[in-house]
């Protein structure tokens, strides 16, 4: 079910779903849509039964209590050095997931049935003033605008590292052996570095937050297809999508979240 928050003379509709696949017997995916805070998360659990899915929801659980402590509290003790460089709202979501993975590494350290669990993770803090997006992996945020989408995050994948350093063509990248290594992920190691980036919201745009499960599943050009056409239900247009990902082959989890910024 989708649910509306007021945004700055705008309102903000999020709708989100999750489904397990066609091909797999559980689902290591998790997804996170806003009680409160206007957060918005999506983690891709990686480590197979019992870890994966374990890695995704400490990730989630862990950033969502960070925003809710820092939220009420101007005292809280931060678990990392503030960011001078960064606004406060850009250092509570980059601290929010560095104690995130904190949390799994060393949970997998202590549990030997989880270790090597990890999971990626994109996230978008929806302010007043301005859009903070988060990412670490090869999950993904797309912004659709004017009837065009756009992919704002950078997978961190092998296939993309190879594809900046020119040693593959993106029309080479389905014949790529490694297409499915990812080379920066939360609970890989005790520190991680997280991509942020801050976005100016214009009403009638469109985020999308998804899992690898639907953008290896379908292109841009038919997310974008889809969304246009259940632009006004929000919920349609998740299960559109997931259920197009499944047609397609569904070999793995898909999660997609839709934040549609409308007038009023």
């Not at 696949?21 to 990686?46: C, T, Y």
């Not at 704002?152 to 296939?159: G, T």
Request: charged share 25%; aromatic share 6%.
């Amino acid at each position: 079910m989708s649910t509306l928050f007021p945004l700055d003379g705008m309102t903000l509709c999020v709708a989100g779903l999750t489904d397990t696949g066609m091909k797999r017997a559980h689902n290591e995916d998790f997804l996170f849509i806003p009680e409160e805070d206007r957060l918005v998360m999506v983690a891709d659990g990686m480590g197979g039964h019992a870890a994966g899915d374990v890695a995704s929801r400490l990730a989630v659980e862990t950033v969502d209590e960070f925003f809710r402590a820092t939220g009420v509290e101007e005292d809280v003790t931060w678990p990392f050095a503030f960011d001078a460089d960064n606004l406060r709202h850009e250092n509570r979501l980059v601290t929010g997931i560095k104690l995130a993975n904190l949390k799994i590494f060393e949970t997998a350290q202590r549990e030997s049935s989880r270790q090597g669990m990890g999971t990626t993770m994109v996230a978008g803090f929806f302010c007043d003033e301005e859009v903070v997006l988060a990412n670490v992996g090869d999950s993904r945020i797309y912004r659709i605008r004017d009837n065009k989408i756009r992919q704002l995050s950078e997978d961190h994948s092998l296939l993309n590292d190879y594809i900046k350093m020119k040693r593959l063509t993106v029309e080479d990248a389905d014949r790529f052996p490694h297409k499915n290594v990812i080379v920066r992920a939360l609970g890989m190691k005790d520190s991680v570095a997280v991509d942020i980036q801050r976005r100016q919201p214009q009403v009638g745009d469109t985020y999308l937050f998804c899992s690898d499960g639907l953008s290896g599943m379908i292109s841009d050009e038919e997310m974008l297809a889809l969304v246009l056409k259940s632009h006004n239900d929000l919920d349609h247009a998740c299960q559109e999508l997931v259920d197009l990902a499944n047609a397609n082959g569904g070999t793995d989890n898909i999660t997609v979240a839709l934040v549609a910024m409308r007038a009023g």
